[in-house]
């Protein structure tokens, strides 16, 4: 088989970069990117044989970990039926039964093949249902690549060192206003949406200070405002009901996406039926898809809410503090400054003192260059982190103590060699 370096090559001559999305490039990390050939629970292997515990995890999708036993059946039994309808199926209702009923307050569900169009289609609707304009959004907030959401958005974005997008229109974000995270806007009567990812997690994962969804809740209720959770990566992974049962605060309208698709491409915006029911067909807020709700998509997302129970929750929180943990005492053993935020099972790593609470101090912290230099060290001792400092770190049922150990070993090699400087 060909090796990375050769793959890249070759990649580089017909894909813009070399890749579909731009922080699997490698570009604020440096180096050559791996290509995968197979993955298995907590494990993906390259086209060099090189195996690798992975935090990764497609982003989030993964969680009951990779080419789970449960989704590959669901799915290979989906494909033998058709891949594709473009007419209804009862999937599509059980799976959109499961999510209302799981998330508080929820009432109708929508399915899309991304996040993307759920953050962009859930803005388009609070504009229809609310006759308004203005989208507030926090700096550092991801919520897919539409051209009005893209104003300082994170992630992929802030990762290849873009404060915005070219292309992106004045008039495209000119109702769009950015303000800081973790402090309540003003809301006034031209906004049509707040939109916020409950727990940020594409600057790095941001916790909410407590009372700032509480206050964003009470800044649209007082100036009628939709509130919109981003939980494209909360969902599902805090909580059964996501961070919306975690937290306790109930918005009007929510997005989905990763996790509900368990490693298929899908995403879902969903609401009160007030709100809901100005959707086409039902009402004039027009949004559609050739695959929505997908037959492959929604089998993968059934089997894998099917294993998500209290005891996984509980599984995976462990996990992750068993990591966070473990990361903050070897930092603090060898003397270099880190902090792992962590909100149940959902945690990141920042290699600076204290957790930061916007994109500000997200960014001074992740572009110390700390970062790179540990991911280097323990890419090549077989543990894959994200090729970036803005990403969480996704762990999943498959992995256990003995892979957390594993990779505090590493971190903590990797760190001393920060120490001298190696
Ligand atoms: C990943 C992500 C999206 C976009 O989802 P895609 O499926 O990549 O289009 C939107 N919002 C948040 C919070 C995300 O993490």
């Not at 935020?341 to 700390?370: D, T, W, Y």
Request: charged residues 15%; negative net charge.
């Amino acid at each position: 088989m060909a090796t990375n370096a050769e793959l890249f090559a070759r990649a580089q001559q017909v894909i813009p970069g070399g890749v579909n999305s731009p922080v699997r490039s490698f570009r604020s990390v440096g180096g050559t990117p791996y290509f995968v050939d197979r993955a298995q629970g907590p494990y993906v292997w390259d086209v060099e044989g090189r195996r690798y515990i992975d935090y990764v995890q497609s982003y989030g999708p993964t969680i009951l970990g990779h080419a789970h036993k449960a989704v590959i059946e669901a799915v290979a039994q989906a494909a033998a039926q058709g891949t594709s309808y473009g007419a209804p199926t009862e999937r599509e209702v059980l799976l959109a039964e499961t999510l209302c009923s799981r998330v508080p307050s929820m009432a109708w569900a929508r399915l899309t093949s991304s996040g993307t169009e759920a953050a962009m289609s859930a803005i388009r609707l609070a504009r229809g249902a609310t006759g308004r304009n203005k989208v507030i959004k926090f700096a550092g907030c991801y919520h897919g690549h539409s051209d009005a959401l893209l104003a300082a958005g994170g992630s992929g974005v802030a990762n290849q060192g873009l404060a915005d997008s070219a292309g992106v229109t004045p008039g495209a974000v000119a109702d769009t206003v950015v303000v800081p995270y973790n402090q309540i806007p003003e809301v006034d009567e031209t906004v049509a949406v707040v939109a916020v990812e409950p727990v940020a997690a594409n600057m790095g994962v941001v916790a909410p200070e407590p009372g700032f969804l509480e206050g964003l809740r009470e800044a649209c209720d007082s100036a009628g405002a939709l509130l919109l959770f981003d939980e494209v990566i909360t969902g599902f992974r805090l909580a059964p009901g996501g961070a919306t049962e975690w937290f306790g605060v109930e918005p009007d309208v929510w997005c989905f996406g990763k996790v509900v698709g368990g490693g298929l491409p899908i995403g879902v915006f969903g609401g009160r039926a007030e709100y809901m029911e100005h959707l086409a067909p039902l009402g004039g807020v027009y949004q559609a898809g050739t695959l929505s709700g997908n037959p492959l998509a929604t089998a993968a997302g059934l089997a894998t809410l099917e294993q998500l129970n209290a005891d996984a929750y509980r599984r995976l929180t462990a996990i992750a503090s068993r990591l966070a943990d473990g990361m903050t005492q070897a930092a603090a053993a060898v003397g270099v400054d880190c902090v792992a935020p962590r909100v149940g099972s959902l945690l990141g790593v920042f290699f600076c003192e204290k957790a930061p609470a916007n994109f500000c101090e997200a960014k001074a912290a992740a572009e110390n260059g700390v970062y790179s230099r540990v991911f280097h060290r323990l890419l090549s001792d077989g543990v894959a982190f994200a090729p970036g400092p803005y990403e969480a770190l996704f762990v999943s049922l498959a992995h256990t103590d003995e892979h957390i150990d594993t990779t505090i070993e590493a971190f903590t090699q990797a760190l001393a060699s920060e120490v001298d400087g190696g």
